[in-house]
């Protein structure tokens, strides 16, 4: 008994010492979640669409394999047994099992470019996987165009996104880039704002692969090469618009491993709560030390 009641006071303390301040408008927590939803579905159907021919061209070259810069698939000449491929440029990769050939469920080894968990819907099927695609596609526009305007209404994307010339000095961002190396997180007051690096991914994400995902994925359309034939020539063509869209997609989800991993280093409940209802726990201590 003793020992619990001395243990209540230090939890009082501690909870003293956590002060709730306000990190995310309402407007950035609502476009965040639907982005998620959203970005998921895009890329597990986009993959489906992709494996509906597993290469990728350049320029005006057509869908010939010799010609492209990079395929996946499976040869049966190599051995008895057919192996998967990645083959990117001048170099090929043995990847059976996962890309090329990869099992599935009642265990047999079948020719596909991404295996089936990775693809929505994990059969094959390519109308469905356009429908899942295109139908997702034009919410996450939407969303993107609500979130920019919110954005600026707000200030969120010029206070909160846009690096100072204080912080864009190569000491500050090398100093920044250390930190993360390290893994040593912001503490006290400097949680309520991005860090130069956060800024410089999120500008990079909203300014330039979201724009270029969504403006490639238009290219590819016919309707829309229809009414607007200039489009597919900004990227170099078709297929330059499809490879350029494939990219940005796997950047973008470099983008996410990369943030999931920050997110659940720097303390997952905390950033969640953040997001979902605006709220993050900072030092108090901090706080009353500030002049």
Known sequence: MSELREAKPKQTVAARRALLVYRHALATRVTHWINVLCVAVLLLSGL????????????????????????????????EAPTGFVRLGAHRFNTTGFLGISRAADGEMIERGFPAWATLPSWRDLALGRRWHFFFAWIFV???????????????????????????RPKALLRDAVDHLKLRFASGE??????PLQKLAYLAVVLVLLPAMV??????????????PWLPGAFGGRQSARTIHFISASLILFFIAVHLAMVLLAGPWNELRAMITGRFAISKEAVDEQP
């Open 48 to 79: 489906q669409i992709f494996n509906a021919h597993p290469a990728l061209y350049w320029g005006q070259a057509g869908a010939d394999p010799e010609k492209a810069v990079l395929e996946m698939g499976a040869d049966a000449s190599a051995s």
């Open 142 to 168: 939407a969303n993107l165009l609500a979130y920019f305007a919110a954005g600026l209404a707000n200030g969120h994307l010029w206070r909160d996104l846009l690096p100072s010339f204080k912080e864009l």
């Open 190 to 195: 400097r949680p309520r704002r991005y860090n």
């Open 215 to 228: 403006l490639t994925g238009l290219a590819m359309s016919p309707g829309i090469d229809a009414a607007f």
